[in-house]
């Protein structure tokens, strides 16, 4: 056991400070956002730049084509089974208003012992971490006996299309758990929310604005509904409050009704309506549906239809103490001589479909404020991301050095 912990803080004592830091930079640098309001270059030049970053390093490399100009990157060392994948992807969301940017959001300029950029907590400050944590385990351990795998996908922001096609593949079979490197503030996060999306379209029927009556007009029905709303919501949070999850929340994120630009007098034909539910691992998804139709069809006036879609369902996630990935990563906490502090995944993350698809058992810890991804100025703490290099370092060493 002595020598065991020897080698773990050989480990991450060699982790290049320098090298965190200016990779997370580089990373910052390279553009990589792709949403249908904002045209960006997608994952395509970040998979790019790391697949020679890790051929260098000595990595076996695949790149697995998700969608065109969003591809999967995977780098291994070592080989044979109950190892370990280190997962970060490589997409970001829009800057959003460029004027609202203290330092432009691309610019990955450090300032305070902060670097500031988008991207740079969600998450290529953790997957920078990681990237140079799997290098120096291959410097330390060579080869080693269990494979060590950095899964790098697209499309996390968006419908996770990366992930799954990287579990539909196999290639999260045979390991014995992953590090999900999100912003968490370094805590130890066993549990993450569910989410259901969901799709509403209220159809009525077109008139002029003077003779309402003439049509039917689905607005005031689609209102009457997200009203509704908070009925179901405080029925879930009566039933349901998790001590690192919180509450379920059910949160209206799009109402769009027009008849076009201009048409004030015109009442519209169709209200489409989008949901972001948010639940905790006890909480049954069918059955939030069924109260979500139930307020439907209380909601409708005459004339107007509805339909109602969950087009996306990921359920919580909750990884039990005794998996020996939660042990490695309380053990490198306490080696490192970092505080061991327990909290939950406020959304989900990739995480969700390696848990849930692959059986996979998950820890989600990184470098970052919990809150901070998505707004303008972002930033991550450089001490931080530091201890996050060294913290992988050490959970790596644990794994793939343990005996089954």
Same mark, same amino acid.
């Given at each position: ?5 020897? *080698?773990?803080?050989?480990a991450?004592?060699?982790v290049d400070v320098n ?6 930079q ?7 956002g792709i949403?249908?309001c904002?045209?960006?270059p997608g ?5 790019e ?5 890790l051929?260098q +390093?000595?990595f076996r490399?695949q ?7 969003r591809?999967n ?6 080989s044979?089974p109950g190892?370990?994948i280190l997962e970060?992807?490589?997409?970001v969301v829009t800057?959003?208003?460029?004027s609202a940017?203290?330092i432009?959001?691309?610019?990955g300029?450090?300032v ?10 969600d998450m290529k400050?953790g997957?920078a ?10 410097k330390?351990?060579g080869?080693?006996?269990k ?6 996908p697209?499309d $996390?922001?968006?419908l996770?299309?990366?992930?799954k096609?990287?579990?539909?593949a196999?290639?999260?079979d045979? %390991? ?5 490197c999100e912003?968490?503030?370094n805590?130890?996060?066993?549990? /993450?929310k569910?989410a259901m999306?969901?799709?509403l $379209?209220?159809k009525g029927r077109?008139a002029?604005g003077a003779m309402?009556?003439a049509g039917?007009n ?5 209102a009457?509904?997200?009203a509704?709303l908070g009925?179901?919501q405080a029925?879930l949070?009566?039933?349901s409050?998790?001590?690192? !999850? ?8 799009? %109402? /769009?009704?027009?008849?076009g630009e201009? /048409?004030?007098n015109?009442?519209?034909d169709?209200v489409?309506l989008?949901l972001?539910?948010?639940?905790n691992?006890? /909480?049954d +998804? ?5 109260? !979500?139709?139930?307020?439907l069809a209380?909601s *409708? ?6 339909? !109602?879609?969950? %087009?996306?369902?990921?359920p919580?996630?909750?990884?039990a103490?005794r998996e ?6 309380e053990?490198?906490l306490?080696l ?8 939950g ?6 995480g969700t479909? *390696? ?10 810890i990184?470098p970052g404020?919990?809150?901070m ?7 991550? $703490?450089?001490? $931080?991301l530091?201890?996050s290099?060294? !913290? ?7 794994m793939?050095?343990?005996e089954e």
């Amino acid at each position: 056991m002595v020598q065991l912990e020897e *080698l773990v803080l050989k480990a991450a004592n060699q982790v290049d400070v320098n090298e965190v830091v200016r990779l997370a930079q580089k990373l910052v640098q390279i553009e990589s956002g792709i949403q249908s309001c904002y045209p960006g270059p997608g994952e395509a030049p970040v998979v790019e730049f790391l697949e020679r970053y890790l051929q260098q +390093h000595g990595f076996r490399t695949q790149v697995q084509d998700v969608a065109p100009g969003r591809p999967n990157l995977i780098a291994d060392i070592g080989s044979g089974p109950g190892g370990i994948i280190l997962e970060g992807h490589a997409d970001v969301v829009t800057p959003g208003d460029l004027s609202a940017w203290e330092i432009p959001p691309y610019e990955g300029r450090i300032v305070g012992g902060k670097l500031y950029g988008r991207g740079s907590c969600d998450m290529k400050g953790g997957l920078a971490a990681a990237i140079v944590a799997a290098s120096t385990i291959k410097k330390v351990l060579g080869e080693p006996k269990k494979t060590l795998r950095l899964c790098i996908p697209c499309d $996390e922001e968006g419908l996770m299309t990366g992930i799954k096609a990287f579990v539909k593949a196999g290639y999260a079979d045979g %390991f014995a758990g992953a590090v999900i490197c999100e912003p968490e503030e370094n805590e130890i996060c066993l549990w /993450q929310k569910g989410a259901m999306r969901v799709r509403l $379209e209220f159809k009525g029927r077109m008139a002029h604005g003077a003779m309402p009556y003439a049509g039917a007009n689905p607005i005031p029905s689609a209102a009457r509904f997200v009203a509704k709303l908070g009925e179901l919501q405080a029925d879930l949070q009566k039933e349901s409050e998790h001590r690192h !999850l919180g509450q379920p929340w059910i949160t209206p994120t799009v %109402f /769009q009704a027009s008849a076009g630009e201009g /048409q004030v007098n015109v009442i519209p034909d169709r209200v489409t309506l989008f949901l972001d539910i948010r639940t905790n691992p006890d /909480q049954d +998804h069918r059955e939030i549906e069924q109260g !979500l139709r139930e307020r439907l069809a209380a909601s *409708l006036e005459e004339g107007v239809a509805a339909g !109602l879609e969950v %087009f996306e369902d990921r359920p919580a996630t909750e990884t039990a103490a005794r998996e020996p990935i939660v042990k490695a990563t309380e053990k490198a906490l306490s080696l490192l001589g970092m505080p061991l502090c327990y909290g939950g995944v406020p959304g989900a993350t990739d995480g969700t479909y *390696l848990w849930a698809w692959a059986n996979l058992p998950i820890v989600t810890i990184g470098p970052g404020g919990r809150r901070m991804p998505h707004q303008v100025n972002e930033f991550v $703490e450089i001490d $931080e991301l530091v201890a996050s290099a060294r !913290l992988y370092t050490a959970i790596c060493a644990l794994m793939l050095v343990r005996e089954e």
